[in-house]
T-cell receptor
Framework: AQKITQTQPGMFVQEKEAVTLDCTYDTSDPSYGLFWYKQPSSGEMIFLIYQGSYDQQNATEGRYSLNFQKARKSANLVISASQLGDSAMYFCAMREGRLGMGSQGNLIFGKGTKLSVKP | DVKVTQSSRYLVKRTGEKVFLECVQDMDHENMFWYRQDPGLGLRLIYFSYDVKMKEKGDIPEGYSVSREKKERFSLILESASTNQTSMYLC?????????????FGPGTRLTVL
């Protein structure tokens, strides 16, 4: 079974509008972290935002916010006021387990969502 | 700023050649990772290393090996390149430990095997 599921292979959004990119995850470990990365056409992966499983509040970083619904195991990325430069692939990723017990900080990635911002 | 560099952005090799992909990070990170990225499959972990001379297999290690002789450098080796290894290869590094610590990625190497 997939650990990270991104159900939207591609999405369009009008410039200046908000957009939500979906991510659901599967883990039985109570300790985990969720990450979102952006990959522009240049290829480099850019870290956007992090949410820990014990964090009480949803993470925010500028125009990015993470809609964390623990019971539903979802960690959707919300981009407010979309810009043309937001056009890119977006990846959701999870780190699970206690550090030092095998994982060594590995990330498990979803298959990504391609976001296209229209002028 | 953390900098992760990869030796080539684009590489073209022939089937059967031995291929070296080099990755260097300048932030004294303990962890280093090699991924391959294919359309529709996301990023898949090939190998990772949490210390000099230490390595662990990821999800798809077959056909690859790695070397970490110095903390800042992590090499991916294709012993005998095949056409199904045509892909984008991404290197990453991170601090250890730290649950929060994100991975910092290099620009990627797009490898074509003919």
């Amino acid at each position: 079974a997939q650990k990270i599921t991104q159900t939207q292979p591609g999405m369009f959004v009008q410039e200046k509008e908000a957009v939500t990119l979906d991510c659901t995850y599967d883990t039985s470990d109570p300790s985990y972290g969720l990450f979102w990365y952006k990959q522009p056409s240049s290829g480099e992966m850019i870290f956007l935002i992090y949410q820990g499983s014990y964090d009480q509040q949803n993470a925010t970083e500028g125009r990015y916010s993470l809609n964390f619904q623990k019971a539903r195991k979802s960690a959707n990325l919300v981009i407010s006021a979309s810009q043309l430069g937001d056009s890119a692939m977006y990846f959701c990723a999870m780190r699970e387990g206690r550090l030092g017990m095998g994982s060594q900080g590995n990330l498990i990635f979803g298959k990504g969502t391609k976001l296209s911002v229209k002028p | 700023d953390v900098k992760v560099t990869q030796s080539s952005r684009y590489l073209v090799k022939r089937t059967g050649e031995k291929v070296f992909l080099e990755c260097v990070q300048d932030m004294d990170h303990e962890n280093m990772f090699w991924y391959r990225q294919d359309p529709g499959l996301g990023l898949r972990l090939i190998y990772f290393s949490y210390d000099v001379k230490m390595k662990e297999k990821g999800d798809i290690p077959e056909g690859y090996s790695v070397s970490r002789e110095k903390k800042e450098r992590f090499s991916l080796i294709l012993e005998s390149a095949s056409t199904n290894q045509t892909s984008m290869y991404l290197c990453a590094s991170s601090f250890l430990p730290g649950f929060y610590n994100e991975q910092f990625f290099g620009p990627g190497t797009r490898l074509t095997v003919l």
